[in-house]
């Protein structure tokens, strides 16, 4: 697919488009547009996009019926250039018949069908200078071009985005008007003396004289003068066909020689009418094509599908998060005072030793012969069991530490300990920090998930000047 | 050639999750404070396009490492048949809910996974953990270690000398503040653990940084969208002759405001789904567009420019929009005026905008009407005429996209977006913008303007993954 048959219309399926994928997923698209990337063959952005939106929009506009106006773009284009076409012929023969005898006043001529059209030119080509500097002055209403705009851009909601595609609609078919009405001008201008008589005179309202009547033909004749000597006007002729309305009607030989001012008026209208007109067609039409294309390519989103096209999608998620876990329930004792005997003290992983029992409020006191280790291998947590066992253990004190996660290993120790008896999860804190509460949360969660439940004791480490005596510690930093 | 994994696995609550979230840029999954959130192992394959270049795995916590080990030891009779151990563990275990954990853990590493093991750094080291790292020794897979500063790194050197007992690399990441260059490098890292991993994990590097780029390039353009609906948009409506205005006006007001409030959180939603968001929470005000923050004229100038910065670029763009009129008349007279008109008309365009910029600065939405050939009227609401309003837009955006690009995905609280804006933008540079907007305020050029709007605005976004800067 090429960029050249890119339409101005497809500047408003593609703004249709990208609405409609305003709330489509960013992966989803990445992976359509991916998709599509991958089949385009083209290499120019706006070919690509043209081929993008071909695949994304074409099954939207099939499916919906008719909606269009059977009148196309080019084929209202055509139709406007040939009623501008019969208007310049009818305006032409008009012109021609107006005059009585059959006499033309050549000035009246040259304002009309030369320097009208040239001014309508000059305006054509300062609004094209205006769109191609950036500038898009809004056309004006009474132009015929609308026509042609609303079959290329139904949309008029987006006139801003399209301001200068819009101008450059008008203005490209305005030359197509204007060469219409100057070409059929000039096919009357060939036509109608052919089968009748007319001749040329000129004649004005201010003090023209014979000499400024010769050096303005001569300038208007400069471009052709040398190369078409017949296309000008001798200084004879200008003055035989000076209007004289007390002079009687000039005899057949001065009427001949008066006819000579029509090579001249043709060559007026082809070169100051309608060569302007043709130049400022063809630029026009090269400036459409640039400033579609660009408009096309810039409009908002585009660059977004030009880059999803080339960028292959990238994924690294998984398939779906997992599920939250239920809140927990467990029982967090506020208080806890340590019966004198039938206790186990077990210091799980290394959590403390001997010295370090008066560091905690809840243990402070306590005979460091009811310590004992497990958790730092499996032969210590047998010989942890043997002791519970043989002391006939009534409670069971697991002083765990909190930072670290509760593990199924500590479960499966407490449930061959305790056999379903009473234990209590001490939670040391790690420095002074106290423990957080989702780590609080954890613990509570584990206890309550043990086959005989467990209460859980936050312990409180003392600060420094009410601890007895500072032991070694293997696990509290 | 074999496809690259990876097993992230580890204690429960070390963050092997966030890891794999920041990793796989995915804040899908499931992180929690509470421990053990991870119950079975989930796959996380990145690809480009159908091409997988490698597989990252979230596996649960180990549970029962010494009992593991335990077992391991006892049916090993040398180290030559550890890992064949260790694959008879997970096929006799396989079905037993005792070890339910252990096996999920295992299977990948018994497939070929690359082990990464994760420990919080802000933890002590503890000799419990050693059997977990020895099981994994038996594996015989190529391995690295990280440490994982969940909340500081208070003991990442006794980690570090623990693990280097187990693991030949080891490494401290960050996983909820990594940014995006220290992700990448730990995926090249990961290519160093098995030579024929390091051309897939190279090439993921390099599609991850053009990907990085295009997200950039994607987040600019909406934001300059953005920029160019709140300095274009207006609302109208026709009204017959004889019915009051004022409804009408209030009525379309709000659909102004309502209007670039909802462009506003669709650009939001965009860039943050460009930069694989898809569950961020924002706290945030919403534009300031109601009549509470209209008259907080400090507001505003917290949101955009201060009122001296506001003052030097509306003067600037003044004088360029002005200074066009009078090149014109200086072309037209063909010079003859030495270029009078452009510095007359430069300097009135100036001072106007310098007084249309504090006489707006209070100004939400310009209202016009308009009479219609038809009969009645047409009432138009907006574009917002206030000098400092695109930027407040362009900062709220540059914030927004800012946070979201250095955010890694294992971040799970909100994102709060109410700080100071604007500050990475040079004066020379807003001068620029006031330019670029008086510009596109005019009608001017537009495509090009959005171009060169969506350039800066790129320039800006790309600071992101500068460290010092923005």
């Keep these: 697919m090429s960029a050249s048959a890119l339409k101005a219309s497809d500047l408003v399926r593609l703004a249709d488009q990208i609405e409609k994928d305003r709330d489509a997923g960013w992966q989803e698209l990445h992976r359509r547009d991916a998709a599509i990337g991958a089949r385009c063959t083209a290499d120019e952005p706006a070919a690509r996009l043209l081929c993008w939106l071909r695949e994304t929009a074409a099954e939207a506009q099939d499916g919906k019926p008719g909606g269009r106006s059977p009148l196309s773009e080019r084929s209202a284009g055509l139709l406007l250039s040939g009623g501008f076409l019969i208007a310049g012929f009818l305006t032409m023969v008009g012109f021609l018949f107006a005059h009585g005898q059959g006499m033309v006043n050549v000035l009246w001529f040259f304002a009309f069908f030369v320097l009208l059209q040239l001014a309508m030119s000059l305006f054509s080509a300062a609004t094209l200078v205006s769109v191609a500097l950036g500038n898009a002055p809004s056309p004006l209403s009474i132009n015929p071009a609308r026509l042609l705009a609303s079959r290329t851009l139904p949309d008029w909601r987006r006139w801003r985005e399209f301001q200068d595609v819009i101008q450059l609609v008008f203005l490209r078919y305005g030359q197509g008007m204007g060469i219409g009405f100057v070409g059929g001008a000039l096919l009357a201008f060939i036509v109608v003396p052919a089968v009748n008589d007319f001749s040329f005179m000129w004649s004005s309202t201010f003090q023209l004289t014979d000499s400024a009547m010769q050096r303005f033909v001569h300038v208007v004749t400069a471009p052709w003068s040398q190369w078409l000597p017949a296309a000008t006007v001798d200084a004879q002729v200008i003055t035989d066909s000076r209007y004289q309305p007390a002079a009687a009607r000039p005899g057949p030989a001065r009427i001949e020689s008066m006819r000579s001012w029509w090579p001249f008026l043709f060559m007026s209208m082809l070169v100051y009418a309608l060569l302007p007109r043709l130049l400022l067609g063809w630029l026009s039409r090269r400036l459409y094509r640039r400033r579609l294309q660009r408009a096309f390519i810039g409009y908002p989103g585009a660059d977004l599908i030009l880059r999803r096209m080339k960028q292959p999608l990238i994924q690294s998620q998984g398939a779906a998060g997992s599920e939250p876990r239920p809140g927990s329930h467990g029982e967090l004792l506020e208080e806890f005072r340590l019966p004198d005997d039938g206790v186990l003290v077990i210091s799980w992983a290394g959590a403390l030793d001997e010295g370090d029992l008066d560091q905690y409020r809840e243990l402070r006191g306590t005979d460091p012969a009811m310590l004992t280790q497990a958790g730092t291998s499996l032969e210590a947590d047998r010989a942890a069991i043997d002791r519970a066992r043989q002391e006939d253990s009534q409670l069971l004190i697991l002083v765990v530490k909190a930072w670290e996660p509760p593990m199924s290993d500590l479960a499966d120790f407490i449930v061959e300990i305790a056999r379903g008896g009473s234990s209590v999860l001490f939670l040391q804190p790690l420095r002074d920090t106290g423990i957080p509460e989702d780590r609080l949360d954890d613990w509570r969660r584990f206890a309550d998930e043990l086959p005989g439940g467990a209460q859980v004791v936050a312990m409180t480490r003392l600060p420094a000047g009410a601890r007895p005596a500072q032991g070694g510690s293997n696990g509290t930093p | ?470």
């Excluded at chain 2, 008879?88 to 853990?105: I, K, N, W």
């Excluded at chain 2, 534009?287 to 507001?299: H, S």
């Excluded at chain 2, 303007?449 to 923005?470: F, N, T, V, W």
Aim: hydrophobic share 40%.
């Design chain 2, 1 to 470: 050639m074999e496809l690259p994994s990876f097993a992230v696995v580890g204690r429960p609550n070390k963050g092997k999750s966030s890891i794999v979230a920041t990793l796989a840029r995915d804040d899908s999954v499931y992180i929690d404070r509470r421990s053990g959130s991870t119950t079975h192992t989930q796959s996380f394959p990145m690809k480009i396009g159908e091409e997988t270049l490698y597989v990252l795995y979230d596996t649960p916590g180990m549970q029962r490492a010494r009992s593991l080990l335990a077992w391991l030891q006892q049916n090993s009779t040398d180290a030559s048949n550890r890992p064949a151990t260790v694959r008879r563990f997970v096929q006799e275990h396989g079905d037993d809910p005792h070890y339910a954990s252990e096996c999920e853990m295992l299977r990948p590493i018994l497939d070929g996974a690359g082990i990464i093991y994760v420990v919080d750094g802000s933890l002590p080291y503890g000799a419990d953990y050693e059997p977990e790292m020895e099981i994994l020794r038996w594996t015989g897979n190529p391995s690295l270690a990280l440490i994982n500063p969940i909340q500081g790194e208070a003991f990442v050197d006794d980690w570090r000398n623990g693990l280097s007992q187990y693991f030949r690399t080891v490494r401290v990441f960050d996983a909820h503040h990594a940014e995006f260059r220290k992700q990448l490098d730990l995926l090249e890292l990961f290519g160093h653990l098995d030579e024929g991993w390091r051309e897939p994990l190279e090439r993921a590097v390099t599609a991850l940084l053009l990907e990085r780029d295009e997200q950039h390039h994607a987040a600019a353009g909406m934001i300059a969208d953005l920029v160019m609906t709140g300095l274009t948009h207006s609302e109208s409506q026709a009204i017959v002759e004889g019915i009051p205005q004022d409804p009408v006006k209030n009525l379309l007001l709000a659909r102004y405001k309502s209007r670039l409030v909802k462009e506003e959180e669709r650009c939001r939603r965009r860039v943050e789904e460009v930069f694989h968001y898809t569950q961020l929470q924002r706290a945030e005000q919403s534009l300031p567009l109601d009549e509470a923050d209209l008259f907080n004229v400090e507001n505003w100038y917290l949101w955009g420019l201060s009122r001296g910065s506001l003052l030097a670029v509306a003067a600037a763009s003044g004088a360029v929009v002005g200074g066009g009129a009078g090149m014109m008349v200086d072309a037209a007279t063909g010079g003859l005026l030495g270029g009078l008109g452009t510095v007359i008309s430069g300097a009135g365009g100036a001072l106007l905008s310098g007084v249309g910029a504090w006489r707006y600065s209070d100004d939400i939405a310009e209202v016009k009407v308009k009479g219609i050939p038809t009969g009645g009227s047409r009432l138009i609401v907006g574009p917002c005429p206030n000098l400092n309003f695109p930027f407040v837009v362009l900062g709220r955006g540059l914030q927004h996209h800012r946070m979201v690009a250095r955010r890694t995905h294992a971040h799970r609280e909100v994102l709060e977006l109410d700080s100071a804006l604007l500050d990475h933008v040079t004066e020379s540079d807003r001068k620029k913008l006031g330019k670029l907007f008086a510009y596109i305020r005019k009608g001017k050029n537009l495509t090009r303007h959005r171009a060169e709007l969506s350039g800066m605005i790129y320039a800006y976004c790309k600071q992101a993954d500068e460290p010092p800067a923005y």
